[in-house]
């Protein structure tokens, strides 16, 4: 079975620092997709950054950076130069190629300090 | 564009009762996920519906069931309300199968009594 663990329920960060949220999975499937989901005190989530598992090169968006581990079945996110704005539930999660079903992990609360 | 859109926002139940949630798409996509998210808690997928065939299910009871409407809005029907039944329940839409690119609508808080 599918399943996504995060290891750091909360955690927190100085504006303007780095700040690494952990995420590791375990599936039996060859290819996957894995994902960093962002969820703001106003709820709605919101996609930060994917990472084909086929893709050997860690996938980056502007602040947002993965570090993806295949064999360790590890997939972290980076966010450099932290905002306030990025204060929020942050959610690892996985799906298989075959599209039935996404795996999400309990979630890492992220405060950023002023 | 108009972006998925879920109604209604709250609301209470009453154990044993009957729900049925909505959700309108993203314009031009054809795909459409449920998740139930309890509090402090990631969310759970429930199922999700590719033009409008269910295309796979989580772990979640027979008395969840869903339906998605030839302009790819869908519902989600919860019978026999149970009091864990409680939480926020998540539309979301794709243009195509899976969750590469979802977006999701605000959720609707349902809580049980």
């Known amino acids: 079975a599918q399943t996504v663990t995060q290891s750091q329920p909360e955690m927190s960060v100085q504006e303007a620092e780095t700040v690494t949220l952990s995420c590791t999975y375990d599936?039996?499937?060859?290819?996957?997709?894995l994902f960093w989901y962002k969820q703001p005190p106003s709820r709605q989530m919101i996609l930060v950054i994917r990472?084909?598992?086929?893709?050997?090169q860690n996938a980056t968006e502007n602040r947002f950076s993965v570090n993806f581990q295949k064999a360790a079945k590890s997939f972290s996110l980076k966010i450099s130069d932290s905002q306030l704005g990025d204060t929020a539930m942050y959610f690892c999660?996985?799906?298989?190629?075959?599209?039935?079903?996404?795996?999400f992990g309990p979630g890492t609360s992220l405060s950023v300090i002023p | 564009e108009t972006g998925v859109t879920q109604s209604p926002t709250h609301l209470i139940k009453t154990r044993g009762q009957q729900v049925t949630l909505r959700c309108s798409s993203q314009?031009?996509?054809?795909?459409v996920s449920w998740y139930q998210q309890a509090l402090g808690q990631g969310p759970q997928f429930i199922f999700q519906?590719?033009?409008?065939?269910?295309?796979g299910r989580g772990n979640f009871p027979p008395r969840f069931s869903g339906l998605q409407f030839p302009n790819y809005s869908s519902e989600l029907n919860v019978n026999a309300l149970e009091l864990d039944d409680s939480a926020l329940y998540l539309c979301?839409?794709?243009?195509?199968?899976?969750?590469?690119?979802?977006?999701f609508g605000p959720g609707t808080r349902l809580t049980v009594t």
């Open positions: 599936t039996s499937e060859s290819n996957y997709y």
């Open positions: 314009s031009g996509h054809n795909t």
């Open positions: 990472q084909e598992a086929y893709k050997q």
């Open positions: 519906y590719y033009r409008e065939e269910e295309n």
């Open positions: 999660a996985s799906e298989k190629t075959s599209y039935d079903k996404v795996i």
């Open positions: 979301a839409s794709s243009p195509a199968r899976g969750a590469y690119e979802q977006y």
